[in-house]
């Protein structure tokens, strides 16, 4: 089966420039060599703290940054090839959803525009069919048809982040980049929103890149789980294999950081010392190592590669190498 979606290499250094004359002096290597892929109707769920790369990865993938080097490939279509002109047919194949559902909509458009911009856009149907399938889009994320009436303001935050999510759907994309969409919402709001998302996926068969740090929300909604760490992916695995057994070090201190809603549970919390390294210049050899407790030599030197552990698990650590030999 073609995935959807297949990002092999993809590398995103920002320059860093200083001076009068704006010279280069460095590149901060936001997203270094990061490879997946995405079958249809799956979630994939990116997480790692912030700063490791995984929102530059969704906007790579949408061209919202073009990328320093790497390949991007949708259904077969090498897309990092294409102009932007060949490119914007694609957009309605791939939307995205973003953390923040108020600075993402414009204060002075209504509601029903908000959503109907897109087709509008694109060009997909007339007003009266148009301003028909926006009340349909308003049903399926749970809002009434006079909100198309009202603005941005006149929402709550989990009203908000549906009408992104409807915005999103208006072109019937086959992928939706989901960047953190229910951070910035209440407990129970979050609950609503992501049963929606999964409602949503079952019925128009979507895939997801759903990025996140909450590793709560992860259980619940992947199918597939990639950690990043300082612009790399160093684990990734079905949910069932990552959370049963995490591998990589920096994926069990992430396991033991996550609260747990059975206060009788027990469970030994690894304390990871120092900071995050700078991705400017980021540690040789294994990118972790500066805080890993297992650290050895062949850590500080050599670069592990992303192996397979299991038909269902990879990761990138030299403790995997020495055990199984």
């Known amino acids: 089966m073609t995935p959807t979606l297949a990002v092999t ?7 860093i420039q200083k001076g009068l004359l704006a010279r280069e002096v460095g590149q901060v290597r936001a997203v270094d060599g990061v490879s997946f892929a995405v079958a249809p109707g799956e979630t994939l769920c990116v997480v790692g703290e912030s700063g ?8 790579l993938i949408l061209r919202l940054l073009e990328p320093t080097a790497g ?18 047919p694609l957009r309605q194949e791939l939307q995205i959803v973003f953390q923040d559902p108020y600075a993402s909509l414009n204060p002075r458009m209504r509601a029903g525009a908000i959503v109907g ?53 208006a072109v019937a994309p086959k992928l939706i980049v989901a960047d953190e969409p229910v951070s910035a919402l209440d407990v129970s709001v979050q609950a609503q929103v992501l049963n929606l998302m999964m409602d949503l996926k079952a019925e128009f068969g979507l895939a997801y890149l759903f990025i996140s740090h909450d590793l709560g929300v992860v259980e619940h909604v992947a199918d597939r789980v990639a950690v990043m760490y300082l612009g790399q ?28 809603p059975d206060p009788r549970a027990k469970r030994e919390r ?50 995997d190498e020495v055990g199984s030999s």
Not at 52 to 59: D, E, H, I, L, P
């Open 9 to 15: 290499d993809l590398v995103k250094h920002f320059p």
């Open 52 to 59: 490791c790369g995984k929102s530059t990865v969704g906007r």
């Open 71 to 88: 390949t991007i490939t949708f259904e077969g279509r090498d897309v990092g090839r294409l102009s932007r002109s060949d490119f914007r």
């Open 117 to 169: 911009e897109p087709l509008e856009n694109f060009g997909t149907l007339g007003r009266a069919e148009r301003k028909a399938h926006v009340a349909e889009l308003f049903a399926k994320v749970g809002l009434p048809q006079d909100a198309m009436d009202r603005y941005a303001f006149e929402f709550s935050g989990g009203q908000r982040q549906r009408l992104g999510i409807a915005r999103a759907l």
């Open 233 to 260: 992916i160093v684990e990734i695995g079905t949910r069932a294999a990552i959370f049963a057994e995490p591998r990589h070090p920096y994926t069990k201190a992430l396991m033991s950081a996550a609260p747990r």
């Open 270 to 319: 690894i304390i990871l010392e120092g900071d995050v390294p700078s991705p400017a210049s980021p540690p040789a050899g294994c990118r972790f190592h500066t805080r890993c407790p297992f650290a050895f030599d062949r850590c500080r030197t050599e670069v592990p590669t992303l192996r397979d552990i299991s038909a269902d698990q990879k990761a990138a650590c030299h403790l």
